[in-house]
């Protein structure tokens, strides 16, 4: 659990873009929800990103795939001396790291923490966006590290298109097939390198005993998945049903350690994975925005309830694990700042963050 090289002692996080924002940036944008929901640190404000050390940037925080408020879908991003990782590609990742003015000729690695479309969806156009030398886009390969086949669909779900469960080697083979005429012109015509020979994908080997339709997220001590001269990436599984295999994972750098949820329910394997992080970005869903609504059904709050973690249990979670720094994104449902945060200030003392898009922490 400890990083590969000595980490600098831990230091006190600067939530650089929180006293630029203010509150006249993280405007309220859901007519007729509830409550209201910040939207985003808007580009002009964005504070630089530093060329060296560690900056953690919440890309899009929202969860999908219903559209229920100016938040982007859920993307987040390393910054680690100048290299790029990212982690997720929901909708508006594409333009959210434009925006951020997040060092895309260096993007390194993407990580996937499960298959599930608001995870996935502007995979496409975030990798065909600006790859090559003729638009200052990466030109070395780029590593996709996700999950692999899920070998089968949950009992009781009927299979709708063959083949029923691709991994990620598979769903990148497909997004470079349906895009094949553009990148075979854009070859030839703007010289640059071909596309299929920069994505190269590594899918994470499941861990003995866990199975579709038997124990999903069988407790196990993380395990490494990626390793360059700037990170260690280790994973563990966790609890997102009916969705097989689903990943968080934990960055290891010498400036400190950010941990990842993806999307789970409460799990034991999370508390393992957080251990004594500097920042745990930790999923949320807060049920009363569906439960005081009548157009939820009492099933679909149930799979919210079952699949996802209130404010409440992520508190638990960081305040077991020791972590330094709680940032909810991935925010399913619209609550204030304030409701979002409440849950977690019962269960934990440190220090709290309700994620806006393109937020940035420097470590
Ligand atoms: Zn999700
Ligand atoms: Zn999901």
Avoid at 65 to 85: C, E, M
Avoid at 214 to 237: Q, W
């Amino acid at each position: 659990m400890t990083p590969s090289t000595p980490r600098l002692s831990r230091r006190a996080l600067l939530t650089a873009s929180l006293t630029v924002a203010g509150a006249s940036a993280l405007t309220a944008c859901t007519k007729g929800d509830p409550a209201v929901a910040p939207a985003a640190v808007s580009a002009s404000e964005a504070p630089a990103i530093p060329t060296t050390g560690l900056a953690l940037v919440t890309v899009g925080t929202a969860a999908g795939p219903s559209v229920r408020s100016a938040r982007n879908g859920i993307a987040t991003a390393l910054v680690v001396d100048g290299n790029l990782y990212v982690i997720d590609a929901g909708l508006g990742v594409t333009r959210g790291v434009a925006d951020a003015g997040l060092p895309t000729d260096r993007l390194k690695a993407i990580f996937l923490t499960h298959l599930h479309s608001d995870h996935i969806g502007e995979l496409p156009a975030f990798v065909m966006w600006n790859w090559g030398p003729p638009v200052g886009g990466p030109t070395e390969p780029i590593r996709i590290v996700g999950p692999g086949s899920a070998s089968e669909l949950p009992t009781g779900f009927p299979t709708t298109i063959e083949p029923a469960v691709p991994g990620t080697r598979a769903t990148v083979d497909a997004i470079l097939a349906a895009y094949a005429y553009d990148i075979n012109i854009r070859v030839v015509d703007e010289n640059r390198p071909p596309l299929n020979e920069m994505l190269l994908v590594d899918e994470i080997a499941l861990p003995a005993g866990a199975t579709a339709n038997g124990t999903s997220a069988p407790a196990t001590e993380p395990f490494e998945v990626y390793r360059d001269d700037h990170l260690r990436v280790l994973a563990t599984l966790v609890d997102h049903p009916p969705v097989f295999p689903s990943y968080g994972f934990r960055f290891e750098t010498k400036y400190g350690t950010v941990v990842v949820s993806g999307d789970t329910a409460k799990t034991d394997n999370m508390v393992t994975l957080s251990e004594g992080a500097d920042v745990l970005v930790h999923e949320a869903v807060y049920l009363p925005f569906y439960e005081k609504q009548n157009k939820y059904s009492r099933e679909f709050v149930n799979h919210l309830a079952q699949s996802h973690t209130t404010p409440e249990e992520v508190g638990e979670i960081a305040n077991r694990a020791g972590v330094e720094h709680v940032v909810l994104s991935h925010l399913a449902g619209v609550a204030t700042d304030d409701e979002w945060a409440a849950g977690v200030r019962s269960t934990y003392s440190g220090k709290v963050t309700v994620a806006a898009d393109r937020q940035v922490f420097v470590l």
